[in-house]
């Protein structure tokens, strides 16, 4: 029985940088944790341990701290440079990928900031003579305290969840989609395309999670052209009315349990057709 080698890459996971650009006293600040995956022909360093044909991980590493000095820019165009110097860089390396996260920022003064909930961006970038770019977010977390209802499923002898016509609607969205081209205005289609997401759930009446998903996935394909397809996934954050009655009391929708495990998970890919 041969053993052989199968898929590999190899990178610097999660480097942190942060960015502060200067003009006088107010300063803006970029906060990033950029991940680094390089693939080719590499089968020697597995098999004989010689490293000729390796770009360290420390390499990798010092160029993301580098390519940060002159400016980031939109993630994705950072991430573009990037995954195209490690493909040029050595014979052996050919293929790149990139992967960034950026944290939000909010400004209380000229230097002074704040960490925001709204929501990390995503870019992850993949070059092999060929640039595939995606956008992305995570941890947009969202809720709905009516207009969403869960009714019409099958009951069957393990169905206990009563019908809903009003409930709390919640989730913390997890979208990436993938853009058709390179050519793209990537902070106004992240900005479209993050605003059509929360213009969707906050304008859909829903009954389903599933019909909200797809109410956000189509609104993000309609204002943003340069997006293929988009990939969400939510959980369904589930708010309980808790029983009041033990204690005398009413709850008309005033008091939830929010549960945290297990939860629904639901997902899907929106897409044009071709
Ligand atoms: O929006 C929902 N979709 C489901 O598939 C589901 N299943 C469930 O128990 N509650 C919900 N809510």
Same mark, same amino acid.
């Given at each position: 029985m041969a053993i052989v080698l199968g898929e590999n890459q190899y990178g610097k996971a999660e480097n942190r940088l942060v960015r502060v650009e200067r003009d006088g006293d107010e300063h803006w600040l970029v906060d990033l944790n950029v991940s680094t995956a390089l693939a080719g022909d590499l089968a020697d360093t597995h098999? #004989? %341990?010689?490293? /000729?044909?390796v770009l360290a991980t420390d390499t990798q590493k010092n160029t993301v701290l580098a390519f940060a000095r002159d400016g980031i820019g939109q993630i994705e165009a950072y991430g573009l440079r990037l995954a195209k110097h490690f493909v040029g860089?050595?014979? !052996?390396?050919h293929r790149a990928q990139v992967e960034i996260e950026q944290y939000p920022w909010t400004r209380l003064g000229p230097h002074s900031f704040s960490r925001s909930g709204e929501g990390t961006r995503l870019a992850k970038v993949t070059y092999d003579g060929e640039a595939t770019v995606e956008g992305g977010i995570k941890d947009l977390t969202v809720l709905n305290t009516t207009d969403s209802e869960f009714w019409g499923y099958p009951r069957d002898e393990y169905t206990t969840l009563p019908e809903t016509k009003d409930r709390i609607l919640a989730t913390a969205v997890d979208a990436r989609w993938l853009f058709s !081209? #390179? %050519?793209? /205005?990537w902070g106004k289609a992240y900005d479209t395309a993050r605003a059509s997401l929360l213009e969707a759930f906050t304008n859909t009446y829903s009954y389903s999670l599933q019909q909200t998903l797809y109410a956000m996935g189509t609104r993000v394909l309609e204002t943003v052209p340069e997006i293929a397809e988009i990939r969400l996934s939510l959980p369904n954050k589930h708010h309980y009315l808790t029983d009041l009655s033990p204690f005398g009391l009413d709850n008309p929708g005033v008091v939830f349990h929010v549960g945290d495990r297990p939860y629904g998970l639901i997902e899907a890919t929106v897409r044009r057709e071709p």
């Open positions: 098999l #004989t %341990g010689a490293n /000729d044909k860089q050595l014979p !052996s390396i !081209s #390179t %050519g793209v /205005d």
